[in-house]
């Protein structure tokens, strides 16, 4: 029966490591991919960010066309007044639906294109540029819409009656009897810019080694040495 060995004096500090710490020693770096790719995502997203405003920008300034067209293009409504009151001289005319039919198609319209035009120059999606679409196109709307009532015929009907005097035919105001209409222009850019990244956007690289699952339920042994 021998004696337990004591540990020498001069054993390597290596030795008397436990067993896990090579492990965690090795574990270390696996982290600095991680906190690479959190960095670089940074400078990344306040690029997107900044491109976002710019686009939100641009086509809110496009809404000075919208309105332009919807006061060229709308019907007028038909007023005439007496020594008292105005009166409208169409009681079952569709002017005042048809210039709310002629916004929602303008504006349906400028969304799309403005939609393609964003997607041909960036060529990717991406939830800030589809917000960025949405905040202008309403934008665009809102201002095509107070575009195209300055330009249309004034609001003052009284004064616009006395001028021309009682019995003559004059244009009614141009007004948007439903502010529903307003969306028109954000929703089409929205659904145009998810249509067409889908549909011509990048597609994501498939994972390398990828391994397809064998439902056959013939599963092949590995060779065994002779």
């Known amino acids: 029966m021998t004696a337990a060995q004591t540990p020498h004096e001069n054993q390597p500090p290596h030795e008397n490591q436990p067993a896990d710490e090579p492990h965690r020693q090795q574990d270390a770096p696996a982290?600095?991919?991680?906190a690479a790719a959190d960095s670089a995502a940074g400078p990344e997203l306040a690029r997107e960010l900044r491109e976002g405003v710019l686009i939100a920008l641009a086509v809110a300034v496009s809404g000075v066309l919208l309105g332009?067209?919807?006061?060229?293009?709308?019907?007028?409504?038909?007023l005439i007044a007496d020594t008292h009151n105005v009166y409208l001289k169409n009681t079952e005319g569709e002017e005042a639906i048809g210039a709310d039919g002629t916004f929602v198609l303008l504006a349906f319209g400028f969304g799309v294109l403005s939609a393609a035009v964003v997607f041909l120059f960036r060529r990717r999606g991406g939830i800030p540029l589809v917000v960025s679409l949405a905040?202008?196109?309403?934008l665009a709307a809102v201002l095509g819409w107070l575009m195209g009532m300055w330009?249309?015929?004034?609001?003052?009907?009284?004064?616009?009656?006395?001028?021309?005097?009682?019995?003559?035919?004059?244009?009614?105001?141009?007004r948007l009897q439903a502010k529903g209409a307003l969306l028109a222009w954000p929703i089409a850019g929205m659904l145009t810019q998810i249509a067409l990244s889908?549909?011509?956007?990048?597609?994501?690289?498939?994972?390398?080694?990828?391994?397809?699952?064998?439902?056959?339920?013939h599963h092949q042994q590995p060779p065994t040495a002779d």
């Open 31 to 34: 982290g600095e991919p991680a």
């Open 198 to 217: 889908g549909l011509f956007g990048p597609r994501d690289p498939e994972p390398d080694g990828l391994m397809v699952p064998d439902w056959s339920g």
């Open 151 to 174: 330009l249309g015929p004034t609001p003052d009907v009284v004064a616009h009656a006395k001028q021309v005097g009682a019995g003559v035919v004059f244009d009614g105001p141009l």
């Open 135 to 138: 905040v202008g196109g309403l």
């Open 68 to 78: 332009v067209l919807w006061a060229w293009l709308a019907p007028r409504v038909p």
